[in-house]
Each structure stands twice: as structure tokens, then as C-alpha cells.
């Protein structure tokens, strides 16, 4: 039973267009929310977090949205480029708790030059 | 400053066969914690560690071990390697603070498989 869900394995992009990557989560407690990008024989790497008092958060080329009544949540990258070609994790947790955190399968983003 | 460093990168078992696999972070984290991730699925926490001394079982801690003497080390072992341990394993630092985030720094993972 997955409590965080990417129910795209695989995204390919233009470059200079969107990239829109998606979870879903099922449990209402969760109130932090995280993204986390992974190169091949490399660890994941933190990317851009939100707290449910927030709806939106920007960071740079990354924005992450909040939609709390639809438990879903969705990063957007803007412009794509080459090296944002990686895994991207979705990660939902019951406070900033880090053995809370409860990870999505990941979704494979290619950004085609 | 390396960061999270593991070894081995990669490594075959023979069932029943028992190893460790090391973890050392250089960033004096108080949190430590060790996953697995398996093909399509999300990283599951096997256990975790809040500073020296003091471990605790996370989602999936059965056939594992560990053990935090140091701040900077934090092994896990596998004392009867099964197939169903075959998995890529990856160790994480943080320094959570109150009213800080939770930034979790991964290791680079080690492959293990059990034949």
C-alpha cells in the first residue's frame, strides 16, 4: 500500500520547455513535503521542500505546488535543460522528521536537447 | 570535505554469507539512517540513528543490524544474506536542529546482490 505515489515512471521533455513531475499521497497527516533528484551511481540529492502552511514554493528553475485537498503535489521546472536529465523523488513526511519520511517509486525525467 | 562516503560500491553474497556495509559522514551530523531501494519502488528506512549510541528500528529493519559508536560512523550488517536482501543501499547524514530542516545528505549507495 504506497502512501506517496508517482504514477509516471518516465517524463521526456523538450529543452527550454516545462517539465511538470507529479505525487499523489494518500495519508492526511502529512504536513512537509520534499523533492529529491538522483544522478545514476550517485546518492539522491535534496532539491526543493514545502510545509502544508504553504501552497507554493520557488527556487530558482523549481517551483513546487501544494494541493492539500487533492493530497497531490507537483514540481515544475522551468526552462528544462540537459543536466536536469535524472530521478526525481517525491517524499511526504509527518513533521521534518527525516525517519519519517515516506519516499514515491521516483519518476525518470529526460530532458532531449 | 567528502560528505557521506560508503563502501563497498558494489558486492556479491552467497546466501547465508554475512557482511557490513560501512558509512561514514564528515559533516558531524547527529542524524544518520540507512535505506534500501528496490527496482520501482521508493527508498524504505531500514534504521536510523539520532547521535551516538542510540539506534532505532525504521520500516523494514529485519536481517539488518547496526551499531553508532561515533558520530561520524554508522555500519549496517547483514548476519544471513537472503535473495530477498538483493537491493541498493544508501546511507544518509542530516542535522536536524529545532526549527531546521530535515536536509537529508545521501551516499553515493552500495549494489548488493545475494545468489
Known amino acids: 500500500d504506497q502512501q506517496v505515489k508517482q504514477n509516471s515512471p518516465s517524463l521526456r521533455v523538450q529543452e527550454g520547455r516545462i517539465s511538470i513531475l507529479n505525487c499523489d499521497y494518500t495519508?492526511?497527516?502529512?504536513?512537509?513535503f520534499l523533492w529529491y533528484k538522483k544522478y545514476p551511481a550517485e546518492g539522491p540529492t535534496f532539491l526543493i521542500s514545502?510545509?502544508?502552511?504553504?501552497d507554493k514554493n520557488e527556487d530558482g528553475r523549481f517551483t513546487v505546488f501544494l494541493n492539500k485537498s487533492a493530497k497531490h503535489l507537483s514540481l515544475h521546472i522551468v526552462p528544462s535543460q540537459p543536466g536536469d536529465s535524472a530521478v526525481y523523488f517525491c517524499?511526504?513526511?509527518?513533521?521534518?522528521?527525516?525517519?519519517?519520511?515516506?519516499f514515491g517509486p521516483g519518476t525518470r525525467l529526460s530532458v532531449l536537447p | 570535505n567528502a560528505g557521506v562516503t560508503q563502501t563497498p560500491k558494489f558486492r556479491i553474497l552467497k546466501i547465508g554469507q554475512s557482511m557490513t556495509l560501512q558509512c561514514t559522514q564528515d559533516m558531524n551530523h547527529n542524524y544518520m539512517y540507512w535505506y534500501r531501494q528496490d527496482p520501482g519502488m521508493g527508498l524504505k528506512l531500514i534504521y536510523y540513528s539520532v547521535g551516538a549510541g542510540i539506534t532505532d528500528k525504521g520500516e523494514v529493519p529485519n536481517g539488518y543490524n547496526v551499531s553508532r559508536s561515533t558520530t561520524e560512523d554508522f555500519p549496517l550488517r547483514l548476519e544471513l544474506a537472503a535473495p530477498s536482501q538483493t537491493s541498493v543501499y544508501f546511507c544518509?547524514?542530516?542535522?536536524?536542529?529545532?526549527?531546521?530542516?530535515?536536509?537529508?545528505?545521501f551516499g553515493p549507495g552500495t549494489r548488493l546482490t545475494v545468489l
Open positions: 517524499a511526504a513526511s509527518k513533521g521534518e522528521y527525516g525517519q519519517n519520511f515516506v
Open positions: 544518509a547524514s542530516s542535522d536536524l536542529r529545532t526549527g531546521s530542516t530535515d536536509t537529508q545528505y
Open positions: 514545502i510545509s502544508s502552511i504553504k
Open positions: 495519508n492526511s497527516m502529512f504536513d512537509y
